[in-house]
Structure formats: structure tokens, C-alpha cells
């Protein structure tokens, strides 16, 4: 397909500077494996799994049977007073893989409906157990939980907050970040090590500003992805934990970015041994081919909710929630063969092994390049951070992110970081040009 084949006037694109891009349209009609084909005929290597959803690679033939199959079957039913045979058994996979007793499926669509999914959740749970005054939030700064109005709220990008924070929900506070530049500018496939315990201000100023009795949930991703993959420190999960169990209040991990693989684990809950009380997920439960989200709840959380209506007459709903697309039967097609995939090809203990060669890689190609400031890798995934531009906050990234693409690669700009986090079907030979190229894209904007 040529460039003039089709028009740019009316597609508004999402978190893309759209005035740049249409001086040079970065056009995808095609994909195999792990390259994409542009609109002008070239191969691009997909070094973010297509923002974090493509874990098994593209063009999948088991995932693209399964969805036409389907549509054949059952295109689409209500969600509401009614089901489908496939979303059943997508939850009673999805539950099987999950930690713990994180057994009850809530479907959405998308990572930011599942954040929202999850903060009703927890405010309807603690209604039922008598604690309706729980309504406070707990967040962390630069934390990403989507694009709705309770995760942008209690969401830590300042970038998300800035035009809308007029709107947002009041009673929401946030846990300091996770990173320390100096002692952890360089880690690679390690746990950063404290001095200092960071959760400190959780207790001591925190919860005694708020009172613990007030407190609905505590939200964190358990590593933190979408700000440019930083690392929690050792123990800083658990003892998350500890203290939320301590003082009634629910733990949840936005998991759409660890979920399903890419720490070389089912979750990031089971990599860092922390079962909290729901889980968001999304992206690559479909392999990102149709959208799919949803919150993994706990036993504990569902059977308060039902306990509380046992009173109630029959026809009560329990949870006034829900989407006109939950459990869609041909997402849900799409999620089961993918997680069939993911365990016939043991591609989440490939994902492992595959993330310390690019974490190597990654240090050994990238470390001491011009402007280059740390690195951290962990899974299959890494972000190398680099020095602004005064004055011009993330331009030398995006721009390194431009070059990288006419070259081939795709990477991810985020802030003054890039990432990468390819498909776990990888090859040493594509983490070589991935580093290899992002390596020269760096020299090249020095």
C-alpha cells in the first residue's frame, strides 16, 4: 500500500503528537512474527510487543483459528443477565494461572477499565462489610493504571493529571517512588537494594493524615511499566502487604503490563511471592489481538458481596457494574487459545530465559553511550534512561525513537526513557539489532 492509498485527515491518534506524525506517517498493514511491514514496504522489528501485548508473536495461527471459529459460533452476547460458554472458560483459566485464591474473573476491555473495575470493587466490597466510610485511595507517584478518571486519579503521572485534574477523585494520596537515580541507576536483573525503608512515610505519615479506617485500597503495579520500567526494591512488595493487612485495607497490582509472562512468571504476584487482593489484567491475555481486560478478585472479596445480599430478594443485583462488552465470547476465544499457546510453547519460561540475555545485552551495548544515565532490566524487558534536553523534556528519546524506526526497530519512548520488551519469541539475534540499533540512534543524538 503507497502512502497516498489512504487518508490521514480524520483518524485523531492517542498519545501521539499528531501534527509530527503526519510529516511521517509510521503506517503498520501487516505483521508476521516479530516484524511488522509498513505501509511503504519496509520490515520493522517490533522490540515492545507492540506496547507490551504481542508476548507470542504475531500472526499466530492457533489465535487467528480460534477467533474465526468463534465468529462462526457466536459473535457476540449480552453480558448483562446472560453469558457465553467461552467466557467461563476463560475465567476458569485465568483463575487457574492466578496466585492464591484470586478466583473470581470481573471481564472489561482494557487495562483502564480493569483499574476502574477494581477501585468499585473495593469500595462495594468494604459497603458490604459494614465500612462504607472506606473511600480513600492510595496511589504511587508515576504510577500508570489508564486513562479513566479513577485511574488517572490515582494514577502518579503527572503528564495524565495535568489537563484533567479538576475532575479527578478527591480523597486519593500517593506513595513516593520507587527509584533512587544515584545508588540504582544501573540494574540488571536484581532486586535494588534499600537503605532506607521507603514505606515508612506509608505508615507514619500516610495513614495517620487519612486514618486507616478510612482507607479503601492501596493500587500499585509491581513493577513500574509504563513510567520507564523501574523496580521495586527487595521486600517492598511484602511488606506492602503486611501493612495493608494490618490495618483492613485491600492490596491491588495493576498487572496489565506483568501479567501473562513478561517476568518470566504467570504474574508479577508470583514472581515477587505477594498474593494481593484483586489483579488487573489485559494486553497480552489476547497476545493483544482483540482487547480484553478484567480484575482478578478474591474469594474473600466475592463471597462479602454475596454474603451481604443473602437477604436481598432473587433478582438483586450484588455489584452494579459491568461493561456492554464483558466476557465478549470472541475476546474471550482469543484469550483461551492464548494461553494455550503461551503453555504448549512454554513461552512464559521463555521469557525468563530470554530476559537475561537481553538485560546483557543490554548493559554490555548501552552502558556509557553519550547522555546515557541507567539502565534497568528485569524479565523481558528494559528501559535505558538518558540525560534531557534543557529545556526540552523526552525530546532526545523521541527523537532516538524517530531514528530507530526508519532503521528498522521499534522501540518505545517514555518520558527520558526507552524501553524495550519484545515478543517472547525472540531471538539473540533480534535483542543484537534491537541493542545494536538503539545503540547507534543514541550516538547519533549525542
Not at 462462526?72 to 476458569?92: G, P
Not at 528519546?397 to 517472547?424: M, Q, T, W
Amino acid at each position: 500500500m503507497a502512502q497516498q492509498d489512504f487518508n490521514m485527515e480524520h483518524h485523531w491518534l492517542p498519545f501521539t503528537p499528531n501534527r509530527s506524525f503526519k510529516k511521517d506517517p509510521r503506517v503498520f498493514v501487516a505483521a508476521e512474527g516479530m516484524h511488522f511491514t509498513t505501509h511503504d514496504g519496509k520490515q520493522v522489528l517490533d522490540g515492545i510487543s507492540s506496547l507490551w501485548c504481542v508476548g507470542a508473536g504475531h500472526n499466530r495461527k492457533p489465535i487467528n483459528e480460534a477467533i474465526k471459529k468463534q465468529l462462526d459460533t457466536l459473535d457476540y452476547a449480552t453480558a448483562f443477565q446472560a453469558s457465553n460458554d467461552q467466557a467461563f472458560k476463560a475465567a476458569d483459566m485465568i483463575a487457574a494461572m492466578a496466585p492464591g485464591e484470586l478466583n473470581k474473573v470481573l471481564f472489561c476491555n482494557s487495562g483502564s477499565e480493569a483499574a476502574d473495575t477494581a477501585l468499585k470493587a473495593a469500595l462495594a466490597y468494604h459497603r458490604a462489610r459494614g465500612e462504607g466510610h472506606r473511600n480513600v485511595f492510595i496511589g504511587r507517584e508515576r504510577g500508570y493504571h489508564g486513562v479513566g478518571f479513577g485511574g488517572m486519579s490515582v494514577g502518579g503521572i503527572p503528564a495524565n493529571r495535568k489537563v484533567f485534574g479538576a475532575a479527578l477523585l478527591p480523597r486519593v494520596d500517593h506513595l513516593r517512588f520507587i527509584h533512587d537515580p544515584v545508588k540504582h541507576a544501573y540494574i540488571n536483573g536484581i532486586e535494588p537494594e534499600w537503605q532506607e525503608d521507603i514505606l515508612l512515610e506509608l505508615e507514619n505519615r500516610i495513614l495517620p493524615l487519612h486514618d486507616p479506617s478510612n482507607i479503601a485500597a492501596v493500587i500499585v503495579e509491581p513493577v513500574a511499566g509504563s513510567a520507564g520500567w523501574y523496580l521495586p526494591p527487595r521486600g517492598y512488595l511484602k511488606r506492602l502487604r503486611e501493612i495493608c493487612d494490618k490495618n483492613g485495607i485491600l492490596l491491588i497490582f495493576d498487572e496489565v503490563i506483568t501479567g501473562f509472562g513478561r517476568l518470566g512468571t504467570g504474574f508479577g504476584a508470583d514472581y515477587y511471592g505477594v498474593v494481593p487482593d484483586m489483579l488487573t489484567f489485559a494486553k497480552c491475555v489476547t497476545n493483544g489481538v482483540i482487547p480484553l481486560g478484567g480484575v482478578i478478585c478474591s474469594d474473600r472479596i466475592y463471597g462479602a458481596m454475596m454474603q451481604a445480599n443473602e437477604g436481598a430478594p432473587e433478582h438483586a443485583i450484588e455489584f452494579f457494574h459491568g461493561y456492554t462488552y464483558s466476557g465478549h465470547p470472541v475476546a474471550c476465544a482469543a484469550a483461551i487459545a492464548t494461553l494455550n499457546l503461551l503453555k504448549e510453547e512454554k513461552l512464559v519460561e521463555r521469557a525468563g530465559q530470554m530476559g537475561k540475555v537481553l538485560g546483557d545485552a543490554m548493559h554490555a551495548g548501552l552502558k556509557g553511550l553519550p547522555n546515557v544515565t541507567g539502565i534497568r532490566c528485569l524479565g523481558l524487558a528494559g528501559a535505558v534512561e538518558l540525560a534531557s534536553i534543557p529545556g526540552a523534556p523526552g525530546k532526545r528519546a523521541y527523537d532516538i525513537f524517530i531514528s530507530c524506526f526508519h532503521k528498522g526497530v521499534l522501540v518505545r519512548p517514555a518520558g527520558e526513557n526507552l524501553v524495550l520488551a519484545p515478543p517472547y519469541i525472540v531471538e539473540q539475534a533480534h535483542i543484537d539489532q534491537m541493542v545494536g540499533t538503539l545503540a547507534d540512534a543514541i550516538r547519533q543524538h549525542a
